[in-house]
Nanobody, 121 residues
Framework: VQLQASGGGLVQAGGSLRLSCTASKFTFTMGWFRQAPGKEREFVGSTSASRTYYGDSVKGRFTISRENAKNTVHLQMNSLRPDDTAVYYC????????????????????WGKGTQVTVSS
């Protein structure tokens, strides 16, 4: 399975961005992680079977949605802050559900190449 992400870019603090990720075929779970320079990869959100999970730092600001017919997941990011600056990676799994992905980065079978999100103050 190949994952292609798009939508990253530069935005001012308080602004919004929408990331999208399309998989080459259907996967049970899709989600997002991010990694800032010098930091570990951090869980952002995941979805499977109409259930969604979010990392604590993005709850209330980010929303995941999915278009199963297009094998696509979106990440709507609102109220962006400079500490949201990171490379955002699309993730997918055929073995693990969204809850598992939220608890274990290893519960991911496929990774996209990442898209840069930069939030200026």
């Amino acid at each position: 399975v190949q994952l292609q992400a798009s939508g990253g870019g530069l935005v001012q603090a308080g602004g919004s961005l929408r990331l999208s990720c399309t998989a080459s075929k259907f996967t049970f779970t899709m989600g997002w992680f991010r990694q800032a320079p010098g930091k570990e990869r951090e869980f952002v959100g995941s979805t499977s079977a109409s259930r969604t999970y979010y990392g604590d730092s993005v709850k209330g600001r980010f929303t995941i949605s999915r278009e199963n017919a297009k094998n696509t997941v979106h990440l709507q990011m609102n109220s962006l802050r400079p500490d949201d600056t990171a490379v955002y990676y699309c993730a997918a799994s055929i073995r693990f559900n969204a809850e598992a992905m939220s608890n274990m980065p290893s519960a991911t079978d496929y990774w996209g190449k990442g898209t840069q999100v930069t939030v200026s103050s």
